[in-house]
């Protein structure tokens, strides 16, 4: 009689145990779930990643390579000279292109025999691919920057559409995160005026 009762209780607290089981499993699965969605929500609010497509900013970046981009940047900071940024194409709002600040709002913005000059100042640019072949005259309004592309000859930019809202700004190129042997974090040197007025 006992040997009865002590089976049919393993038989009842058998298929409590999976279901327990069962519960905890869906459980952790559900919790992961979650977790995932808050990361992947929390990650894009505050970076995104975007694929360099075309040569307008070489040597600096190449064609193919992956960025890292930081979308809070300019919400603790001003926007540079300098700068490599990503925004939406004023033209196409739904293409997004990456180049290098030249001009804040308010800059004179001239190239004139191969060189740039802002606020009447030669600019110190060791990162370009050649010297600019063409030549122009901008004054950047208020809420606009003025953008070129590393690749001076080759870049559709700010001598060809004008200026850029500021709004346009999706962020700061932070980091190229692909291909592995190109990793590198991205340098934003402050572009110096050399010791040259404008002729």
Do not use: C
Not at 29 to 46: K, M, R
Not at 81 to 95: A, K, S, T, Y
Not at 99 to 124: A, S, T
Not at 178 to 197: N, S, T
């Amino acid at each position: 009689m006992e040997t009865l009762n002590q089976e049919t209780q393993a038989e009842e607290v058998k298929p409590v145990e999976e279901k327990t089981n069962w519960a905890r499993f869906l459980l952790d699965v559900v919790e992961t779930v979650v977790l995932a969605v808050v990361l992947f929500i929390g990650i894009n609010a505050v970076s995104a990643r975007v694929r360099v497509d075309g040569i307008s900013m070489q040597p600096t970046l190449e064609d193919g390579e992956f960025l890292l981009v930081n979308k809070l940047s300019y919400f603790f900071g001003d926007v540079q000279r300098g700068d490599i940024i990503v925004f939406h194409f004023p033209l196409n709002p739904q293409e997004e292109l990456i180049k290098r600040v030249i001009g804040l709002p308010g800059d004179h913005v001239v190239v004139r025999n191969n060189q740039v000059y802002v606020n009447d100042q030669l600019l110190d640019e060791p990162y370009i691919a050649q010297a600019p072949l063409y030549y122009g005259d901008w004054v950047v309004t208020e809420g606009h920057l003025f953008v070129l592309g590393d690749n001076r000859n080759n870049s559709n930019d700010s001598k060809d559409w004008g200026m850029l809202p500021e709004e346009n700004v999706v962020g700061k190129a932070v980091l190229i995160y692909w291909p592995p042997p190109m990793w590198d974090v991205i340098e934003h040197p402050e572009v110096l005026a050399a010791q040259q007025d404008l002729p």
